[in-house]
Structures are given as C-alpha cells and as structure tokens.
C-alpha cells in the first residue's frame, strides 16, 4: 500500500439567476481591477449581468479579450504576453470549455486570482483542475493538471438556459460516461479513500440526467430556466468536475476513462468527427457499445431509451461514420490508453458481437 501526502482541492461554487450578485463578496478581496478573457459569443451573453454585478461591487472591468480559438499553449502565451494582464488583479474567464481552459492554463500556473463563469453546459471545465491542451491544428494534445480549480465558479443557469441546446444535449452524454466507465474501471477492487468517493459520487453522473435530463433539453430549447435544467446542469458542471478531481488525484491508474472515450478517440481519426460532432455526443454512443461489452443488459436498454428520446446517437450512421470505418476502428479501440485499467481485455470479437447487436 502506498502512504500517500497529497493535497486535494474541491471546486467553490455558485448556482442559479442572480449568483453574479456575490462577484463582490467573493472576487473584492483579491482586487478591484478584472481582466475579462472568454470566447466572443459567451461574452455577449454575459457582458449585460457582469457589468452590472462588478459594477455594484465597486470593481472596474480593465478589457474584455476574446481567448483565441483553440486550448494551446501558444494562446496562453498569448494572453499572458499583454500588458492588460499583468495590471489586472484577476481573471474572468467566460465561455465554454476551451476558453475556461486556457484561462485555467494561464491563471493557476501564474497564481493569478482566477473565477470561471461558464456560458453553456457542455462540460466540467468550469469546476476542475485540469485543462485539456490542443496542437496548433486543433488536435487533441494532452490534459494538463493543476493542484486546484479556479477559486469560485459562478454558474449562471438563465445564461446556460439561453444557449444553443445542443452543448447541453452532448455533455449529457459525456457525464453519464462517467458513471458507466468509472464503476468499470473500478469493479471487483478495494478502492483508497479519495477514488473510493469518486467513484460512489459518480452515481450521481447518471441519475439526474435519467430523470431530468429530457425536461432540460425541451426547456433549453425554448430559453426556459427550470428546476430539470438546474439539476441537469449541476450534474455536468459541478458533479463530474468532483468525481475527476478525485479520480485523477493519483493520475494512474485511470478510473477516469473508459471503453466508452476509446471509441471516441478511436473515431477521431476521421474528420468527421471533430467536424461535425461534439465530442460528449460520440462518448454517449460510446456507452452503448461498452455496455454491450460489459453484458448490462437492463442498463443498456435504459441508455439506449434515454439516448433515442434525447436524440443522441444510438446507430454509427448518426455520428458518420462507416460500417467499414468502424471495422478499421475496432483494431485500434483495444489499445487505447482509455482501457488500459479494465477489469478485462478488451477484444475485436467483443467488439464486433457488440456492434451486430447494436
Ligand atoms: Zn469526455
């Protein structure tokens, strides 16, 4: 057994219509003077609450700098180059994922005050300790980890509310991977105390989403902010961001992933993919094929009913791709750094029978 000395930090965080209210209480004591960095649409759509919640705080709002286009270490350079950062006392970062990211990037490695404000639902990003770095062509490159989140993450669910519905309906399918791949990776083991908890909390990736998750989606669809929608987004955002926190803590092995992200990154060969598809979209029809795998019969059928009612994929013709790329895929699946931690190997048979049934 190993004796461990570790520090573990767990994300702060805020929920609901007017949560941009405690930008006073909880960004005054690190400084008047904010450096807004964010995605160009996502600051449109929060700039009107933001001004008036730092304006009522005494705060001033240096510039608004939109982040670049992808999570590279070229744009945190970028942004870490500009004098308006160096005279600010600290970062808002807004927007989804990739601009949340480089902030996290930017700001944790120079502990530089940092405070997310995500816009749209579609990942953790807002709430975790790890930023996900893409190469210059937009590529995935690796995830980059940091000893804690940013010091408070504001979610506003009339902004979430607001935005187009299908981030949401892809980072259903993303979060509910994590139940399903971290109780996998996790089977028939005696777990330490912090990938123990990850994988409980992990129950909580799923449940909501089988109960709210299609409300959410008919109320992001029209705009609506609603009970569903909040509990749909505090699974996505905050849930998940908790139980990778906690699963990444040791970094290896990885209970963090599964069969499920393997065929997504399998698949990403094709540029169909990163083209035309999100990536929780692929990892929900990933699920599918790992519960084949696995035998969970009863959750398969749940998932499948859940994925058709939400319009997720439940068939390869729905993400592009061909019965003879996925052929092609099926060899590379298994040796995906994903299922390096199974409770078994992982094989074309399984894979192909798995497919057929599918
Ligand atoms: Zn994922």
Redesign the pocket.
Known sequence: MILHNYELSLPSYSVGENVYNLIGEKCLPYGKNILVIGGTRAIAAAKEKIEKAVRLAGMTILEYVVYGKDCTYAAVEKLRNLPVYTRSDMVFAVGGGKALDTCKNLCIVDNKPLFTFPTIAS?CAACTSVSIMYKEDGTFLKPHFFLHPAIHAFIDTEIMAGAPDRYMWAGIG?TY??YYEAEISSRGEVLQHFTALGVAMSKECLEPLVRYGAEALADNKTGKNSYALEQTVLAIVVTTAIVSIFLTRDFTPDYN?GL??AV?YALTTYPVIEREHL??EV?GFGVLIALLCDGQEEEFAKIYALNKELGLPTKLEDIGITPEQFEEAMGRIPEMSDVKHYPYKITRNMLQSAMERL
């Open positions: 990942n993303d991977a994590k992933s499920a992200h997504f990536h929780g990892v």
